[in-house]
């Protein structure tokens, strides 16, 4: 047997992967943004909890120095203007050892502005000069300035740099103060945790509503792309090949367009098929019809053809492509064959004609067929007619194209339609009674 084409199935369109897309973009992107989010929440409580506990801590600063203006002014006015005496910075120490116990703190430093130490909580180190660039930042804008790091002993501390300022704005002393962590921590964690968690569990249950939601909406989008895909399975049973594929190509096109093609046209039509169903009831008809043509379209299928439309008794394919000629002969022949050990009713008379056509939608917009029509069609028709039971009538430049064996001579002989004649072969279904071959290419 020789090479044959065959037609693929059509596909059904899967369903829309709703459910699959929400859990590889949809909550990813979620996750991301909360993350972001947190991220930036988290930043901005700890500016802001920094901005209050630095305006808490210049608080802090202004209360030392109201203290020391209260217990002694004249050692204060005398220590800014830098001519303390070791009585004075004594009389300042108790004051300052007062303060570091009564607000807490892990240490105290005062530096004047060329960043020399006039006070700290160690006397070895009063006198020296500081360098950091924290505490420059301080004498240059004026502003309150923190920072984490560890204290002498070990312990973890935020180090806070607080100027202050005289009654005209003035900086003159910038004042050192080393607090524990804990307190801003405390605060921090109290304020931006709640803000930062609650939205996240709100978008976490929103997260698993949404997916519900999903997965119920992926089940109706199933449910109803399995009811599309049963009827479009359905309706591609009541229509050609090539009208789902001009469908399918025509994209957001209102008109499908035509196209003038060169096919081999396959007619076959029951033999007084008339006299049968006057004496037959509907039902045995049809059954009879159907039992024929699911042997046609079986084998047209086989050899590649498209069978375009069924009309009564009567059937319609194209072949097109390579060997469109031959598949449609050998797929006569088969059909010929077939019919013939089924014991049919009634038999089948075949034409075959090869010629150009107009391929394309016939009709409104509201009810539309998608067929070929043109001389070649009414051809195929016309030597169809010509056709006895078991017979297929040919034009001989389609038996020569397919160099097919087993038909007669070259007869002419006149159509409707045609001013000249045309020349045919034939094929009979006897000659495999005569042959101990099978047929050729047959399925």
């Not at 090479?3 to 829309?16: A, D, L, M």
């Not at 009654?167 to 931006?192: K, Q, S």
Request: net charge negative.
């Amino acid at each position: 047997m020789t090479e044959h084409q065959t037609v693929s199935p059509n596909t059904i369109g899967e369903p829309y992967p709703l459910q699959r897309h929400y859990y590889v973009r949809v909550i990813p992107a979620i996750l991301i943004f909360m993350v972001v989010l947190s991220g930036l929440l988290w930043i901005a409580f700890d500016q802001v909890t920094r901005h209050i506990y630095l305006e808490q801590a210049q608080a802090r600063a202004d209360l030392i120095v109201d203290s020391i203006k209260d217990s002694a002014p004249d050692t204060w006015h005398t220590f800014l203007s830098g001519h303390a005496t070791d009585a004075d910075i004594h009389e300042l120490g108790i004051i300052f050892k007062e303060e570091i116990e009564r607000q807490k703190l892990l240490s105290l430093k005062a530096y004047d502005l060329r960043g020399t130490v006039i006070y700290d909580t160690n006397p070895a180190l009063i006198g020296t000069i500081e360098t950091s660039q924290s505490l420059r930042e301080v004498i240059v804008s004026n502003q309150p300035v923190l920072f984490r790091k560890t204290a002498r002993d070990g312990t973890l501390a935020y180090e806070i740099y607080a100027p202050h300022l005289d009654e005209n704005g003035n900086l003159r002393i910038i004042f050192e103060l080393y607090e524990e962590v804990g307190y801003l921590d405390t605060l921090l964690l109290e304020t931006a945790v709640p803000a930062i968690v609650v939205p996240l569990v709100l978008q976490l249950i929103l997260i698993g509503v949404l997916g519900v939601l999903v997965r119920r909406a992926q089940r109706d989008i199933d449910q109803r792309t399995d009811a599309i895909g049963q009827l479009s399975q359905r309706l591609q049973t009541f229509v050609s090949a090539s009208a789902m594929s001009a469908a399918r190509n025509a994209g957001n096109l209102d008109n499908i367009p035509s196209r003038k093609i060169e096919c081999t046209l396959f007619h076959s039509d029951v033999r007084d098929f008339t006299s049968y169903a006057e004496d037959n009831a509907p039902e045995r008809v049809v059954y009879f019809l159907n039992d024929i043509m699911t042997i046609q379209v079986k084998i047209v299928t086989h050899f590649g053809g498209d069978v375009d439309k069924m009309i009564g008794d009567a059937l319609l394919v194209r072949f097109e492509g390579e060997n469109a000629q031959k598949r449609a002969i050998d797929a006569a022949k088969a059909i010929l064959d077939a019919a013939k050990r089924a014991s049919l009713a009634r038999g089948l008379g075949i034409g075959i004609f090869t010629g150009q056509v107009i391929s394309g939608a016939i009709g409104p917009k509201s009810r539309r067929d998608f067929t070929v029509i043109g001389d070649s069609v009414n051809m195929s028709a016309r030597l169809c007619s010509q056709a006895q039971v078991g017979e297929v009538v040919v034009d001989t430049d389609t038996v020569k194209a397919a160099a097919s064996k087993g038909f007669s001579g070259v007869e002419n002989i006149q159509v409707k339609g045609r001013a000249q004649a045309i020349g045919v072969q034939r094929w009979h279904v006897s000659a495999l009674d005569k042959s101990d071959s099978s047929v050729e290419g047959g399925g």
